[in-house]
């Protein structure tokens, strides 16, 4: 299973990551690049693809969207002045043709901050109620706790009641028990 993660620069993604991989997250800087790693979780493999966020490195994020099963968007919840930059951000992700109908993971990161809006007000800002023909979810988490970003809580508590599945060729998410294919989701 394909997972590109995606968001500002600084919104904690690498530090998810590392998290994910259960890696020291003290040695992180900027990502120039991407960075990838396999992870394993309720016997699926998920190969995450962490690229930069910095705008100079945005315009490439369109090399990774293709063959992607999960896009998860990582937003800094305490850096307000750009809540803006980040929601035209995500706008135009959910609206690029090689990423229809992939599910998208919002992580309110930074929660561990004071300052940190909560996951609702962020949702309302980012007007994801209009976002129709698309699964969506939103979690509140702090990469630095580790709070909230554990893969079981990513991937079945994040989908209250579901867990994600590849099966052959396309994604299914397990509903009390039984498969339904996620896009009619
Ligand atoms: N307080 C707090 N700081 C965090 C959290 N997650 C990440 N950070 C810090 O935010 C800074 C940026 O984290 P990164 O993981 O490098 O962010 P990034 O999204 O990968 O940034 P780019 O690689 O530039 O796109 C680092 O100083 C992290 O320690 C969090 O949950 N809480
Ligand atoms: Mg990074």
Known sequence: MRILLLGLDNAGKTTLLKQLASEDINTITPTQGF??????????????????????IRQYWRNYFESTNLLIYVIDSADK???????????????????????????ANKQDLLTAAPAADIAEG????????????????????GEGVQVKSSL???FPFFTCARRIGSLYMQREGSFIPIHSW
């Open 126 to 145: 980012l007007n994801l109620h209009t976002y129709r023909d698309r699964v969506w979810q939103i979690q509140a988490c702090s990469a630095l706790s």
């Open 81 to 107: 002045k750009r809540f803006e930059e980040t929601g035209q951000e995500l706008a135009e992700l959910i609206e690029e043709e090689k990423l229809i109908g992939v599910p998208v993971l919002i992580f």
């Open 156 to 158: 079945t508590l994040s």
């Open 35 to 56: 960075n990838i790693k396999s992870v394993q979780a309720h016997g699926l493999k998920l190969n995450v693809w962490d690229i930069g966020g910095q705008r100079k």
